[in-house]
């Protein structure tokens, strides 16, 4: 590795995160706008008296797009899709993203468990602190389960969990046991060339996904390339040497 891509590294992962040059830029050239916006809203009719305790500039979000995390929004809107499709009576998630699991307790009852038990009541959605390398589920019991952007974390210690090089692996193992007989396992994790990168994530070929995961039968593999496009019914093998793709596997163990 070279010395470039060592500093390069290092300053976007160790440094940057402290100091943020780019965003300082970027922050200090918008406040001449800022204050031009308030000296014009204070001129206009019915406007308010704006005093300084209550001013909030936010200076970033002015931009042509709305932004979005493409992983998570496509693979919401495909496992959303799916699970309605099966008309389960009941959903279990496994820590998956808790608006992902909101949303989807409107469609059908679901209990979401997470090692960092989620403190918000709402309908038809139960909420259990649990692990995922032990989970409080009987072998072959659940009907319906997902598990999205998860396992690639397992035990790194990112989220306060025990250190465990095998954490993805064993937590694929544990998802596997609990699915029963002619249940659907909806699961998503980054996948391309194999890296660990501590303490974010895991990165796995879709093959050692799928070995994880041999029991039980593959219905569909879908992805979100590097480009940040959904690619639906992809081949997997075109996945093996991404580099950061969102990987979306829909298992089901046959009856």
Known sequence: MSITRIMRHFWRFWVSPFFPIRL????????????????????????????FLDSRPFLLDAISHTPFDAHYFYQAVWARERIAKLHARQHIDIGS?????????????????????????????TSIAGDILCLPFQTASVESISCLHVVEHIGLGRYGDPLNPQGTEQACAELARVLAPGGNLFFST??????????????????????????????????VDDHHQMRTNAPTQDFENANYACGLFWFRRLS
């Open 24 to 51: 300082w830029g970027r922050t200090l050239s918008r406040y001449p706008k800022f204050f031009s916006d308030w000296r014009q809203y204070s001129k206009l009719p019915g406007a308010e008296t704006l005093r």
């Open 97 to 125: 993203d808790a608006n992902f699991v909101a949303s989807l307790s409107s469609q059908l009852p679901t209990v979401f468990l997470d090692f960092r038990p989620l403190q918000a009541k709402v309908s038809h959605l």
């Open 190 to 223: 980054p996948v391309g060339h194999r890296c660990t990168s501590f303490n974010e994530h895991r990165t796995h070929p879709p093959s050692q996904i799928m070995s994880y995961f041999a029991s039980l039968e593959l219905r569909e593999f879908s992805a």
